[in-house]
């Protein structure tokens, strides 16, 4: 069968693809801006909340096991949404579903330091969290649509845009606190400056081709019984236990194993995250050019050498070198397996995303439990080799794993 042929039968059993590659190429690319507005606010909001975590803590007088259960009320909120509102957003569409979801996140982040008492704000921080986890489902199949509609890699730029707007999120929030503005009004500001981006972007989104509820059901159902959505699920856990780990753990393994300045030790975070966000900018080139597979194996290696690199020489430039790979590699693991989750036949793209995203969730959840834990009963440098460990089991099975989903 030829190319022309295979993609002609592509279009006519994917009605949705077929009406989206056949709008002009303006419309097609004005939808990848809109999709990358909305990625750069849900990092913002996500990283404005992050910013606020003492506050909160501050003002309710909570106690370590009181702001865990704080933090465990969005992270509830997150996996509730991931379970049940996939099926809705395949109905609804990606334009209504990133329109409410994102509505919902802003005015929750709003709320989160004016409600008046403590049970209070885990309602609103579950709602919150829910909210966030749909708009996370709903922009990511937006970007899988836009990105089949393009016939080209976009997916890790867009999720760039998501680390770009986490940076100047807790940059802006930094800043404004540290020049005394009020914390309830920043997170006011920048929930009324999300609400505005995603008014000015939803009508350049993608239209929506509605699901017969029949073919949704049988998605639905199919979901569970899926073992490729399952592989991918837990992929991508695995790789989310280690980039869980380096979000909580990089700075505190500069200070009390490289014993670092506090300053320094800061970097090290940012020497992560800087990392990422190139290598999410540079990973569609890559993908494009070598494809999937090779682009898993590559990243999880260079991860595996950065974190190696951090545990085996433990003095300020080597980590933070190793930390910057680290971040280069971990880049574009969840771009390109969110990416397949969303092309798996006999789902929808939101059900394949919603899967496979729940079970990374737990992963961001597990990975810092689990190291902390190690590290307890042992050291941090062994507890943290569970991140070398992850990265090579993903470099080894990952690219066997996409070959056979022909990703």
């Not at 909001?45 to 009320?73: C, E, I, N, Q």
């Not at 829910?130 to 976009?154: F, H, K, Q, W, Y």
């Not at 837990?234 to 194993?257: F, K, N, P, Q, S």
């Not at 975070?269 to 966000?277: D, H, L, P, R, V």
Request: positive net charge; charged residues 10%.
């Amino acid at each position: 069968m030829s190319d022309s042929t295979t993609a002609s039968s592509a279009r006519e059993s994917n009605p949705s693809l077929a009406l989206h590659r056949s709008l002009p190429p303006a419309t097609r690319q004005r939808a990848r801006y809109a999709t990358m507005a909305v990625f750069f606010i849900a990092g913002m909001m996500y990283a404005s909340w992050g910013v606020h975590v003492p506050t909160v803590r501050d003002k309710f007088a909570l106690s370590p096991g009181m702001l865990s259960l704080a933090l465990f009320a969005v992270a509830g909120g997150s996996i509730f949404a991931m379970l049940t509102t996939a099926s809705w957003i395949a109905r609804a569409g990606t334009r209504t579903a990133c329109m409410a979801s994102g509505v919902t996140m802003t005015v929750c982040g709003a709320l989160i330091l004016v409600v008046p008492s403590f049970w209070m704000l885990l309602i609103v921080l579950a709602v919150f969290g829910c909210g966030m986890a749909t708009l996370d489902v709903a922009m990511n199949a937006e970007a899988s649509a836009v990105e089949e509609a393009l016939a080209r890699p976009i997916m890790s730029s867009l999720h760039g845009m998501f680390s770009i707007g986490g940076m100047a999120g807790a940059a802006i929030g930094g800043a404004l606190i540290a020049h005394g503005f009020a914390p309830a009004a920043h997170l006011a500001l920048a929930s009324g400056a999300s609400v505005v981006v995603l008014l000015a972007s939803m009508p350049s989104v993608l239209p929506h081709v509605p699901h017969h509820e029949d073919h949704a059901k049988a998605s639905s159902s199919n979901r569970w019984r899926s073992g490729a959505l399952w592989a991918l699920g837990g992929l991508a856990l695995i790789a989310l236990i280690a980039e869980g780990a380096m979000y909580d753990w990089a700075t505190v393994y500069m200070r009390d194993v490289v014993l670092a300045t506090h300053s320094l030790s800061s970097a090290a975070y940012a020497a992560f995250s800087g990392g990422m966000a190139a290598g999410r900018f540079g990973g569609d080139a890559v993908r494009a050019r070598f494809g999937a597979p090779q682009l898993v194996f590559s990243s999880a290696g260079l991860a595996f050498i950065g974190m190696v690199m951090a545990l085996v020489f433990p003095n300020a430039i080597v980590t933070m070198t190793g930390f910057t790979l680290m971040g280069l590699g971990l880049a574009n693991m969840m771009p390109v397996l969110f990416a397949a989750a969303a092309r798996v036949e006999g789902v929808t793209a939101a059900e394949g995303l919603a899967q496979v995203a729940g079970l990374a969730y737990f992963g961001l959840l597990l990975g810092p439990v689990l190291i902390g834990g190690v590290a307890q009963i042992s050291s941090l440098p062994i507890g943290l080799c569970i991140v070398a460990a992850c990265c090579a089991a993903v470099a080894l099975i990952g690219p066997r794993i996409l070959r056979r989903l022909k990703i």
